[in-house]
Every structure is written in structure tokens, then in C-alpha cells.
């Protein structure tokens, strides 16, 4: 019998006007793209995805379970855009089906630059979570699924109990990502790694006419995920929310395949079943340790860190981004912070990126500027102009 392990992401950042070097205005920034992306988006996903796993769950008497991340950023413009969304993720919560985690409040990089803003991210997101879904997330993903030893040994001092990342070459080697492992030196913490293969056939490929595969059934699917038995027990399946209606458009029956996979999974030869994170990580024990001392991440054919530090323009974008930290806090404005916060969001260096081929068309497909150059400019003229605020 193999466990799926379904979570989502779910995320919008704050994108930034276009803001020249003469400017002054403290409004970095662009409040009608904002709206207008975050309505779209909850149009074609977020509203239509919601409403059918809610009634898959009820459906299906609660044996179809999911996880989700919620950033403060996609949050904070849901209930300002479009608030219906807060509630359908409401009613989700209320079946008991739906486990929410843990991760940095401005989906940021704040672990690899300052371990005590990284702290205070979490403890924002915490506290929303809580506030809004009435649920203290057990389970920790951080960024982009970024990791390293010393993080899963930092979050369980904050009471996590597991934390999830990338099925990567680099830290498994030959080894499964289908069983439930645990850090060094974090005995207690278990670690559930994403199947990345199953996980971008839908993801990626599901639209994709020119795949060997195509089209992806959940019939089809749910084959694959029978056939992990015997490498392991737990399919982790883990991708962005968006991946239904926005990524993946509703004409190439993605909303259509998700409706049909529960219950091809669930009455497969082999009893599969669905577990949250938290449901994983207690009905398995560890099959090893992995260690992981350079950190990895979910990005990219590398899947290290290069999708945000990969090129100079990156490194000093964060570097002079993370400086204004103590001089900033010590200000003790607010507006100021907030502002702030919402700049080490990770998008903002991620649309800085100069990859090419397969990857760089990913980067440019998310970016909203011409060109990575374009990026960091308008990056570094708004952090100049917050630099000056703090100075002042």
C-alpha cells in the first residue's frame, strides 16, 4: 500500500511599480497589478480548485486529505481582492481534512541571511495561520523548499515536528525519496522529500502534447503511484496551487483529472490511501538519516540555490537588501518594516535570474519585466530610495 501525500503552495507577491531613480514616493508598490493578478488567479484556481477538492473531501468521506501553505503575502491581497477565498479555505479547514503549515510569513530567503528576521517570519506566519484556519502548523516547508542540516535542526527547536524538501540526487543519492527520513543531529524531526518525477508529470508535462505520455489520465496516474510500492511506502506530491487553471489552463482537463484522481487512487489493486504531512510523518518511522550540509531547494534542474543567488546582480541585491536589517529595526517604524519584509520576498531576485534554456524559460514566464537586468534596476532603485528612509 503506498501513502499519497498531497500538498500545495499557494503564493503571490508583492510586485513592485516601476520606480526610476529620480523617484521619491514611498509606494513601491504596484497595487492595480496586484489586484488584478490575485482576482485572476482566484478566478481560474484558487476558487474553482478549492471548491472541488471541498467536494471531494465531503465526497469521499474524508479519506481524500491534503496539506497547504499559505504565505502571508497571498494572504494578506486574498483578503483584500478577494475574500470569498478566505472562506472556501475556511470550510476546507473545517472538514479535518486539511492540514496548513508552517514557513516564512514574506516567502522569503530569511534562514540563509538572518537567522532572527527568519525567526520572526515564522512566528507572523504561525500566528495568521492560527488566526484565520484556527490551526497551529506541526509541519515546516520553508521557501521554495530550501534546506539544509541546519535548518531542520533550527525549526524543531521551534516545535516542528517535520519539515518537507526536495527528493534531490544530491542529498538521497541512489536512495528513494518514498519513505520518511530524519535529519543529523534533529533525531526527532522527520523529513518527507518531494517524488519530483510524479509530482512534474502533472505540474509540467500534463499539458504538454508533445510528451510520450500524453494525455495524463488519473487512471494512468494513479498506476504510477501504485507501481512505488515496493520502493517505498509514501508518494509525496508536492506543487504550486497554480498548477490548476493557471498553470495548467482548465481546456487541458486539469480540473478533470483531479476530480477523477482520488478515487482512482484510492480503489487501486493496492488500497492506496491519502495522508497529510503531519499523518505521514506519525505512521512512519525513519529509514535512515540524510544528510544535507549545502542546501537544496525545489528550483530548477539544479535544484540548489542558484535560482536566487546564481549571478552577481542576485548576491548584491540581497546582500545590500539584508544590511538595512539592524539599522532599519532600530528605526522602529512600522510602514518601514512592512515595506521592508515585503522586499526579501524571493520573487523579486528570482525574476533577476539570467538562466538559460528550459530554465530560464520558467524564470521568464513569472517574471514581469523584459529582461533580468530590468529587474534588478527597478529593485535597487526602490531599495535606495528605502535606505534613504532609514538614514533619515
Keep these: 500500500m503506498v501513502s499519497v501525500c498531497f500538498y500545495f503552495q499557494v503564493h503571490q507577491p ?19 497589478t496586484n489586484a488584478e493578478i490575485c482576482r485572476k488567479v482566484a478566478a481560474k484556481c484558487y476558487l474553482p480548485a478549492s471548491r472541488l477538492l471541498l ?25 483584500q481582492y478577494a475574500p470569498e477565498v478566505i472562506e472556501v479555505f ?37 500566528a495568521a495561520v492560527n488566526e484565520l484556519f484556527g490551526r497551529d502548523p506541526r509541519v515546516f516547508r520553508n521557501t521554495e523548499l530550501v534546506y539544509n542540516n541546519d535548518l531542520a535542526q533550527f525549526v524543531s527547536h521551534m516545535g516542528y ?5 526536495e527528493g534531490a540526487e544530491a542529498a538521497l543519492g541512489k536512495r528513494s ?25 502533472i505540474a509540467f508535462r500534463f499539458g504538454d502534447r ?14 504510477w503511484v501504485g507501481r512505488q510500492d515496493g520502493d517505498g511506502y509514501l508518494c509525496n506530491l508536492f506543487m504550486d496551487y497554480e498548477t490548476f487553471g493557471e498553470h495548467q489552463w482548465a481546456p487541458t482537463g486539469i480540473f478533470e483529472f483531479l476530480k477523477h484522481l482520488p478515487e482512482a487512487v484510492l480503489n487501486g489493486p493496492g488500497g ?30 539544479e535544484r540548489d540555490l542558484s535560482a536566487w543567488v546564481g549571478n552577481a546582480m542576485q548576491s548584491n541585491a540581497l546582500n545590500e537588501l539584508y544590511k538595512l536589517e539592524g539599522p532599519l529595526k532600530e528605526r522602529g517604524d512600522p510602514q518601514l518594516l512592512t ?54
Design 272 to 301: 492506496d490511501r491519502f495522508l497529510t504531512p503531519s499523518e505521514a510523518a506519525a505512521a512512519y518511522e525513519p529509514v535512515g538519516e540524510v544528510d544535507v550540509p549545502h542546501a537544496i531547494s525545489w528550483a530548477d534542474t
Design 14 to 32: 508583492y510586485r513592485l511599480r516601476r520606480y526610476s531613480v529620480f523617484d521619491t514616493d514611498r509606494h513601491y508598490f504596484d497595487a492595480f
Design 177 to 201: 525519496p518514498n519513505y520518511v527520513y530524519r535529519p543529523p543531529h534533529a533525531g526527532r524531526t522527520r523529513l518527507l522529500l518531494r517524488n519530483y518525477r510524479l509530482t512534474d508529470d
Design 55 to 79: 467536494d471531494l473531501i465531503r465526497r469521499l468521506d474524508g479519506r481524500f486529505r491534503v496539506a497547504f501553505s499559505l504565505t502571508g503575502t497571498v494572504l494578506e491581497q486574498l483578503k
Design 161 to 165: 515536528d517535520a519539515v518537507l524538501t
Design 90 to 126: 475556511r470550510e476546507l479547514a473545517a472538514t479535518g481534512c486539511v492540514e496548513f503549515l508552517g514557513e516564512t510569513y514574506f516567502h522569503s530567503l530569511a534562514f540563509l541571511y538572518s537567522r532572527e528576521e527568519f525567526r520572526a517570519q515564522v512566528e507572523l506566519h504561525r
Design 210 to 223: 508533445s510528451w510520450d505520455e500524453w494525455p495524463l489520465t488519473a487512471d494512468k496516474f494513479a498506476k
Design 339 to 392: 515595506d521592508w519584509r515585503r522586499l526579501t520576498t524571493s520573487d523579486h531576485v528570482y525574476y533577476m535570474s539570467t538562466k538559460f534554456f528550459a530554465d530560464g524559460a520558467v524564470h521568464r514566464y513569472f517574471s514581469p519585466y523584459e529582461s533580468p537586468y530590468d529587474s534588478y534596476i527597478n529593485f535597487m532603485n526602490v531599495l535606495d530610495n528605502l535606505a534613504a528612509r532609514v538614514r533619515a
